[in-house]
């Protein structure tokens, strides 16, 4: 997912590559159980965090969920100086890519936004990769910003992993929150300004289709713009 000539044109590469290669198929939607550990997170809007590869699908995703008033593209850990898209992109900070969500409890919880993330936004057993793109900064992490929320995130991975839904272990971390930076402006909305990009189509656009047949009860077919 690179914007830059040289940089794209590799990306180009890799994705043709992604169509001969089964190491680089898309992630497959997977029908996740409904979480046993239900949050209880009170009134009041909330903020998530999650980072699940490249951030214009995870953000996409959750900009089409009933209950999500805001999706913000952006960079976790790391410092504010290096937070970046050319020096993240390089694999040299401590950044992930990821996603700050804010969210109303009343109308979708923490536990169901879990359960989105592991049905149709990244491959939880795939380690600092998803889809075409590799590196550290495209891992697969939850960053909960709450005791509830670590709480809650603790028990759905244990509840999936002996659930046995996916061949080879789950690997998504749960991180400490360590700062949140917002990507380059041109970054955020990115999958609803650009429908026709060859990485929105060939990547993201399924994972909208999968949470729509999936989830029609939280899929919204407004995208909620930042």
């Given at each position: 997912m690179q914007l830059r000539a040289p940089l794209f044109a590799l990306a180009l590469a890799v994705t043709a590559m992604g169509c001969q290669q089964p190491a680089f198929a898309s992630e497959k939607p997977v029908s996740a159980p409904a979480a046993s550990r239900v949050a209880k997170e009170g009134a009041g809007l909330k903020t998530a965090i999650f980072a699940g590869g490249c951030f214009w699908g995870v953000e996409g995703v959750f900009s089409h969920v009933k209950g999500v008033t805001s999706a913000v593209s952006g960079y976790h850990g790391g410092t504010k100086r290096s937070a970046s898209y050319d020096l993240v992109s390089s694999g040299m900070t401590d950044h992930a890519e990821a996603v700050k969500i804010t969210y109303d409890p009343k109308v979708i919880r923490y536990d169901q936004l879990l359960r989105i993330y592991f049905s149709v936004v990244a491959d939880p057993t795939l380690k600092n990769r998803q889809g075409p793109d590799v590196g550290a900064h495209y891992r697969s992490a939850i960053v909960p910003l709450s005791g509830e929320q670590t709480a809650v995130a603790k028990a759905y991975i244990a509840q999936l992993s002996k659930a046995g839904l996916w061949n080879k272990p789950i690997v998504t971390a749960i991180e400490r929150s360590s700062g949140f930076y917002p990507?380059?402006?041109?970054?955020?909305?990115?999958?609803?300004?650009?429908?026709?990009?060859?990485?929105?189509?060939?990547?993201?656009?399924?994972?909208?289709?999968?949470?729509?047949?999936?989830?029609?009860?939280?899929?919204?077919?407004?995208?909620?713009?930042?």
């Open positions: 990507a380059e402006t041109y970054h955020q909305d990115f999958m609803i300004k650009n429908p026709r990009h060859g990485y929105i189509r060939r990547w993201d656009a399924p994972k909208i289709a999968a949470l729509k047949a999936m989830y029609p009860g939280v899929y919204s077919a407004t995208f909620k713009r930042n």
